[in-house]
Structures are given as C-alpha cells and as structure tokens.
C-alpha cells in the first residue's frame, strides 16, 4: 500500500449492506492510531472503542496539550453523490495537526470512523512511516473524491 493511499476495511461493505451508517447524516472522525497493531483490509470488524471485534482505538497515539485531542478531529460536510454509475464519498479535508512540542511523535496511521453507537471504521490511510509531530505539521489532504463505490 502506498503512502497516503485511503484503503477501505472489508467490513465497511458489509456496515453498508446493513445500513449502519449514513454518510450524508452520520458523525465521522478521523484519528491517529501507531504501528502497534496495524490495520488491514481484513481487519475483523474494525472499530473505535465500540461494538465490534479489533478495537483500533487500542493503539491511538497519546493526546497531548499539544494539536491531537483524544478521538481524533471531526470530519465535516460529508456528501455521497452519484457520478457515472459510483457512489463518491467525500468530506472536507480535516485539520492540520501543526507542529507542537507537546504533540504525539509515533503517528503511524489515520483512522476513519463513524461516531454513531457501533463507532465502526470506514477506512485507514498510511501515513509513510511513523510521523513524529514535534518536528513538523501534519497534513492530511484528502482527493475528490475522499473514496468511491465502483459499480462494475
């Protein structure tokens, strides 16, 4: 997997199949989890200290009085468009964790979850190695679309 690359978990398709989540209503956050335990397409019901079997929330990087606060930074404005046949997903690119003295330093991976009571993940993104804030920003810039549902 390359860096910066949104890879969606498996389960994630199952979450919609059984409508567990909304894209357009739902509440979904984006969080910095470390190399611990990394997470994969596979992972077994992937979520965020809610109902589920991994609990990603296990390894998240350590809030600070620094730019990380615990549960990661709200996503905002999400829409889920029909374009060509896909379901395109996308949300406001979510804020810079700017350099801090006090900030995580083993930010490994980005975590995507739905705030709603399952707190189920939607997708993990790659983050090049482990990301040590107190040397720099952390941007996390998504594309247009954030992620897509290929009808083919």
């Not at 979510?94 to 003295?101: E, F, L």
């Not at 107190?134 to 810039?141: H, K, M, P, Q, R």
């Amino acid at each position: 997997m390359a860096q910066g690359t949104v890879t969606s978990f498996d389960q994630w398709m199952v979450d919609l199949g059984e409508a567990l989540m909304d894209h357009e209503t739902g509440v979904f956050y984006i969080a910095l989890v470390n190399s611990t335990s990394p997470p994969v397409v596979g992972t077994a019901i992937p979520h965020w200290n809610g109902t589920g079997t991994t609990n990603l929330q296990a390894n998240e990087v350590s809030p600070t009085t620094g730019s990380y606060t615990a549960n990661g930074h709200l996503l905002v404005n999400p829409t889920c468009t029909l374009v060509g046949g896909n379901a395109e997903i996308d949300f406001d690119d979510p804020s810079v964790y700017t350099q801090n003295a006090a900030s995580p330093t083993n930010a490994f991976y980005a975590v995507i979850y739905n705030n709603a009571a399952t707190k189920h993940c939607v997708a993990f993104i790659e983050l090049g190695g482990t990301f040590d804030m107190t040397t720099g920003d952390l941007t996390i810039t998504f594309g247009a679309p954030f992620m897509y549902l290929d009808n083919t």
